[in-house]
Every structure is written in structure tokens, then in C-alpha cells.
């Protein structure tokens, strides 16, 4: 499958770890069982997934950008689904991907799979252009602040709060 996005020309080219392939609303199951197993997240970030917030978050686009520039990617070892990640291209700027969301499933942490998947991810991106990588956390949810600080993203010192809490920007240079 090709990127059509801002530089990238395969998925595969993303990691060699995992097969990687788009999620579609068919996937909704199989993505809802692998944030079945992060609840620590969901404390955070309520409510729970569910199959109808998992479909709109298939489709969700920031402000500005197109379906072209979304990809909601499985990162799959065999036919086990490892990983998701909403990956925009060109989000806020056009040197800049954004990642929407990315969760790994219980089965493959504590291994180094998160970190190894992002790296990868993140070299990928720098060859194809890409100058910074940004996502958001949700404040006061150690676990996901620990994660993205231990792989080299930064607070951006923005917040933007929103019905449960605040998100907290955090980006990371490429390259």
C-alpha cells in the first residue's frame, strides 16, 4: 500500500518489525480489544473505547487536513494486531506529523516494542522530510508521559484543555 502523504512512499518503509497495513472500520473489533487491555489509559482519557468511538476516531481529521494526509495504521506480528497508531502528515505544519493516538497491546509491553515502533516510525519520517514529530498527552497520566519523555519528546509548554482535563503538546525533532 502507498502513502500518498508528504513523502513516504510504502508502509513498509514505517518499520521492519511488523507488517503494517491501514485499519478500516472492519478492524473496529480487534482495535477495541487491544484498548480493552490499557485501561490505565482510560483513567485519564474517559470514557472507554467503544465500537462507535472507535469508527470516529477511523475517520477523525484535525482542522485543515484531508483523508489523504490520515493514516490509522495496525502494526501486525502475524495475524495479532501489536499496535495502532493515527499518523497525519503535514499536521500543524507541513514539516510535521502528528500523532493522533498510539497504543500498543498488553502482550507486547515491557519489551520495547512502543519505543522500537516510534523510532522507527520517527527515522522513517525524517527521510521522507519530516522535520518534528508532535502528538499530545493527557495530563497527570504518568504512564503515557514517561513513555513519550523516555523517547525523546519535549513539553511544548502549551495546554489545551478540554472536558476531562488538559492536553499537554509534546514534540520531538527528526534528524
Known amino acids: ?6 513523502g513516504l512512499t510504502e508502509l513498509s518503509h514505517l518499520t521492519r518489525r511488523f507488517s503494517v497495513r ?3 472500520p472492519g478492524d473496529a473489533g480487534d482495535i477495541l480489544t487491544l484498548c480493552a487491555g490499557n485501561p490505565i489509559y482510560y483513567q485519564y482519557h474517559p470514557p472507554m473505547a467503544s465500537r462507535e468511538s472507535v469508527l470516529e476516531d477511523l475517520a477523525a481529521l484535525p482542522p485543515g487536513k484531508g483523508p489523504e494526509d490520515k493514516f490509522y495504521l495496525g502494526f501486525f506480528s502475524g495475524k495479532t494486531l501489536a499496535a495502532v497508531m493515527d499518523l497525519i502528515l503535514g499536521y500543524p505544519d507541513g514539516s510535521t506529523a502528528y500523532i493522533g493516538f498510539f497504543m500498543v497491546d498488553r ?12 523510532g522507527d516510525c520517527g527515522e522513517a519520517l525524517a527521510r521522507a522530510g519530516y522535520r518534528r514529530l508532535r502528538l499530545a498527552v493527557d495530563r497527570g497520566n504518568p504512564q503515557s508521559a514517561h513513555f513519550w519523555i523516555k523517547n525523546g519528546f519535549v513539553r511544548t509548554g502549551e495546554e489545551y484543555p478540554n472536558g476531562f482535563s488538559a492536553y499537554l503538546p509534546m514534540e520531538k525533532s527528526l534528524g
Open 1 to 6: 500500500m502507498k502513502l500518498t502523504g508528504g
Open 107 to 118: 502482550a507486547f509491553q515491557g519489551r520495547g516494542t512502543g519505543s522500537a515502533l516510534i
Open 22 to 24: 491501514p485499519m478500516v
